[in-house]
Structure formats: structure tokens, C-alpha cells
């Protein structure tokens, strides 16, 4: 694919080597938290992103302040209240909606909700992404994205991913720890498709995809096992550029040695990049055992399979979680621009 990069690179610094031209606007409907402000204004100022916050100008306004910042050079305030492109907005969204009972006046009233305002400068071009979530919940906050930004005509579901990096280990994206319940074999191959993509935009690396489970090549017969197959060999019936072997464990997924005994014939074991698991109670729990235990940081979830990127923060985020999610963003916005 013509990148790799050290094991440790993290998205602010990746997006900070983009150097975009234009540069990416992001969008934050949570003007008004203070986290959101500090987690902007650093972005802004290390030329990541440019950034629209959406909230009141007077409670804003003073929040930049104590940053040394006024509104206008590179971070704009939007109140969907008072701002000049609500009424399009309200008209394009009831255009795209009245098939489902969506009236005019229905329409005008939801485009002035900080979150689907946000979501609506992304999808009528004013803003290259959105990012929010440190007030609002992540099901109103995916809910919004997919009404309004919607679906990938490539993607099949919307699903997540985190970014994995372990204090001494390769980087790793994990897929899906955060939205996809128990997925069918299908839905399992548009994940780990999905999950390539992420690789790519997000780590600026060949994917080198893993399908896990509790089984290595049939070390174990069970429906579980066979969904994993299943969803191995219709990732390459779709996807057959990409290197992908399953069903694996982890262990023959990420050490060589053990790959060697293991899975001796794959070309991805002992050296995935991507790991897929198989339901969701699995890839919650790994993340968490990794951060936990592990000392790996940790990055999102992050949305993937949306026609434009839009991504969730913790209610619990910090400023700095706002910066690197804002990354992320960009880098998304890169890959589609490159694909």
C-alpha cells in the first residue's frame, strides 16, 4: 500500500503530517463543554483541523477567551438558532425525510438541535466531520449520524473500531467492540472489510486481517467456529486484495511462534494488525482487558461504514481524548479522499 509507519505513531500526529490543503473543518455540537473548547483549540493550533463550534456565541465566546482565542481565525461559532444556513438546512433535511412522514416544520425544529446541526453542515459540505458525544449519548449521537449523514453505499452496517496501542507491541485496530451485538457471518465480513478500511485511514498501514475465535484451523468444531469460517471466505470472495486468514486465536493471530506451530501455511498469523472478533461480549471485553491490564492505550469507538466520518467521544472524555478523536476524523476524511 506504500505505508508503514513506527509501531507508536498516534492519529495527532499522522494528521498533523497531512498538511490538507484545503484544511479540514470539524464540526462539535457541544460548543458549550469546556473540554470540547480546550480539545479544539488545540487541534486548531496544531494545524489539524479547523473547527466550527455549535452553542450559543455568549457562552462560547468567553470559554475561547481563556485561551487566547477569538472566534473567527480558524474556529467559527455557529448557533443553529440565529445562523443563516438553518432554513437550507431545514429544507434539505425535510426533502431527504418527507418519504418518511417528515414535515417542513418538524424539520426546522431538529435541524436546531446542536447534534443534528453538526451533523448537517457534514452532510451538506460545510464541514468535512463531526465529532460529539462528551454530553449527549451514543445512541442519540449514532442515531443522528445515520439519519442523517447515513450508510456507506460500500458498507452493508454501520460498526466500530478501537485503536490499540500496546506499551511494547505492534499497533492493532479491534473490531467491533462497541455496536454490533452478535453479528451473522455477513455482517462479521463487513466488519473486518470495514476494519481493512480503518487500518488503512487510521494507521496508515497494510491490514493484515484476523478472524478470531476460540478455534485455530480446526482445533475445535463448534457453530461458533463455522460462522468465523464463513465469514473468512466471503471477506476474500469480496475482498480478495485483502490478507486475511480465520478462524484463528489470538495467540496465533499475534505471536509468530505460536503461528508457526499453530497455523504454520497463513500468511497472516503472527502478524495481524486487524483483529475481528467474533460478537461483541468478546471484543468489548478484549479492549478492555488489553487497556486494563495490558497497559495498551485505547482510541474510541470509532464509527465506521458512514458515507462521511462521524465519531463518538466518552461523556467521560478529556481534552485531550477531544484532540485525538478530531485526528481520527481527519484521517477518515483523508482516506475517502484518496480512495
Same mark, same amino acid.
Given at each position: 500500500m506504500g505505508f508503514e509507519h513506527s509501531m507508536h505513531d498516534m492519529p495527532i500526529d499522522l494528521a498533523k503530517s497531512l498538511a490538507l490543503d484545503p484544511k479540514p473543518i470539524i464540526s462539535l455540537s457541544e460548543?458549550?463543554? !469546556?473540554?470540547?473548547? /480546550?480539545?479544539?483549540v488545540a487541534a486548531q493550533e496544531q494545524?489539524?483541523? $479547523?473547527i466550527i463550534l455549535i452553542g450559543a456565541h455568549d457562552q462560547i465566546?468567553?470559554?475561547?477567551?481563556?485561551?487566547?482565542?477569538?472566534? #473567527?481565525? *480558524?474556529?467559527?461559532?455557529? $448557533?443553529?438558532? @440565529?445562523?443563516?444556513?438553518?432554513?437550507?438546512?431545514?429544507?434539505? &433535511?425535510?426533502?431527504?425525510r418527507?418519504?418518511?412522514?417528515?414535515?417542513?416544520e418538524r424539520a426546522s425544529q431538529d435541524v436546531q438541535h446542536p447534534l443534528n446541526y453538526a451533523a448537517m453542515l457534514v452532510r451538506q459540505g460545510h464541514a468535512t466531520g463531526t465529532v460529539n458525544g462528551a454530553v449527549e449519548t451514543t445512541s442519540d449521537v449514532v442515531r443522528s449520524a445515520l439519519r442523517i449523514i447515513g450508510k456507506s453505499a460500500e458498507a452493508a452496517l454501520v460498526s466500530s473500531c478501537f485503536l490499540i496501542y500496546p506499551p511494547n507491541a505492534r499497533a492493532m485496530v479491534y473490531s467491533d467492540c462497541g455496536l454490533v451485538i452478535d453479528p451473522n457471518n455477513e455482517e462479521l465480513a463487513d466488519i473486518a472489510i470495514m476494519a481493512a478500511k480503518s487500518c488503512r485511514d487510521l494507521l %496508515?498501514?497494510?491490514?493484515?486481517? =484476523?478472524?478470531?475465535?476460540?478455534?485455530?484451523?480446526?482445533?475445535?468444531?463448534? =457453530?461458533? =467456529?463455522?460462522?468465523?469460517?464463513?465469514? @473468512?471466505?466471503?471477506?476474500?470472495?469480496?475482498? !480478495? $486484495?485483502? /490478507?486475511?486468514? #480465520?478462524?484463528?486465536?489470538? $495467540?496465533?493471530?499475534?505471536?509468530? /511462534?505460536?503461528?508457526? %506451530?499453530?497455523? !504454520?501455511?497463513? =500468511?497472516?498469523?503472527?502478524?495481524?494488525?486487524?483483529?475481528?472478533?467474533?460478537?461483541?461480549?468478546? *471484543?468489548?471485553? /478484549? &479492549?478492555?482487558?488489553?487497556? %486494563?491490564?495490558?497497559?495498551?492505550?485505547?482510541?474510541?469507538p470509532i464509527l465506521q461504514g458512514l458515507s462521511k466520518p462521524a465519531n463518538d467521544l466518552s461523556r467521560g472524555c478529556s481534552a485531550s481524548d477531544v484532540t485525538e478523536m478530531i485526528a481520527v476524523t481527519v484521517l477518515q476524511?483523508?482516506?475517502?479522499?484518496?480512495?
Open positions: 460548543g458549550t463543554d !469546556p473540554r470540547i473548547v /480546550a480539545g479544539a494545524g489539524i483541523a $479547523d465566546a468567553p470559554l475561547l477567551a481563556t485561551h487566547g482565542v477569538v472566534a #473567527g481565525n *480558524g474556529i467559527e461559532i455557529h $448557533d443553529p438558532n @440565529t445562523s443563516s444556513l438553518t432554513e437550507t438546512f431545514a429544507l434539505a &433535511y425535510f426533502e431527504a418527507k418519504h418518511k412522514g417528515m414535515t417542513f %496508515r498501514e497494510t491490514p493484515r486481517i =484476523a478472524m478470531l475465535s476460540f478455534s485455530t484451523k480446526g482445533s475445535a468444531s463448534h =457453530a461458533n =467456529a463455522t460462522k468465523v469460517i464463513e465469514a @473468512t471466505k466471503r471477506v476474500r470472495e469480496i475482498a !480478495p $486484495d485483502l /490478507a486475511v486468514d #480465520g478462524e484463528l486465536q489470538f $495467540d496465533a493471530a499475534f505471536v509468530p /511462534a505460536i503461528a508457526e %506451530r499453530k497455523a !504454520p501455511e497463513s =500468511a497472516v498469523a503472527g502478524h495481524a494488525n486487524v483483529m475481528v472478533f467474533p460478537n461483541l461480549d468478546a *471484543g468489548n471485553i /478484549a &479492549y478492555k482487558i488489553s487497556e %486494563r491490564i495490558g497497559g495498551a492505550s485505547a482510541i474510541g476524511a483523508a482516506g475517502a479522499r484518496h480512495e
